[in-house]
């Protein structure tokens, strides 16, 4: 199936998908995902692969966009699309109102950047710290044992989740757990609304079946 085919295939299960859909963030997210997959009609044929990535492509940005830039990881996915020419099509389409994003846009990075100066100013006075207090730090009592080691932990799997949220090497600690459940509830819809696009697509294909006698 081309592209072409793909989408009007979706289009096809838009109202099936839609009646059992109450959230307003997955109607916004349906609406902006299938205008996605219009605009990529438009595009050359592609491979499965290429054609995989721009579904994922369009389902983010719509996801991103359906957030109405009300989180710093909506923004980062925003922000770092518009940097390539070649989705300003997607883009000014699917930003309907793009002066929403740009001035938050740029609230959030400038934060994002003053955090990022924060931390680099306590790395800094980490590091005129002596020899012996770095020392102290690396090779705790055995009583602080436990301690240390949970904070090491808790150190790595934080790192790991500001490389999984978008945005995230920008974020402080309390910033990066609310926008990480955020991220999180959001792909959940992602997830939901492609589950019921397979339940309609299983539904169309038996109704459109010819009757065996």
């Known amino acids: 199936m081309g592209i072409v085919g793909l989408y009007t295939h979706v289009v096809a299960c838009a109202g099936i998908i839609v009646m059992h859909t109450s959230s307003k963030l997955k109607r916004e997210f349906i609406k902006k995902w299938f205008k996605g997959l219009q605009i990529c009609c438009s595009s050359k044929k592609m491979d499965v692969l290429e054609r995989k990535k721009k579904i994922k492509f369009c389902a983010d940005i ?107 090497e920008a974020m402080d600690e309390f910033s990066l757990i609310k926008e990480a459940l955020d991220y999180i509830l959001s792909l959940r819809v992602q997830v939901d609304v492609m589950r019921n696009l397979v339940n309609a697509t299983e539904v169309l294909n038996e109704s459109n079946s010819p009757i065996v006698d």
């Open 62 to 168: 719509a996801m991103a966009s359906a957030k109405n830039a009300t989180t710093s990881w909506s923004n980062a996915v925003i922000s770092d699309a518009m940097k390539y020419e070649e989705n300003s099509i997607l883009m000014d389409n699917l930003l309907s109102h793009k002066s929403r994003f740009i001035p938050q846009k740029t609230a959030a990075v400038c934060k994002m950047i003053a955090l990022h100066k924060r931390f680099r100013s306590k790395k800094i006075l980490k590091k005129c710290c002596s020899v012996a207090q770095r020392a102290k730090k690396t090779f705790p009592p055995t009583s602080n044992l436990a301690t240390y080691i949970a904070k090491r932990l808790v150190k790595k799997r934080t790192q790991v989740l500001k490389r999984l949220v978008p945005g995230g």
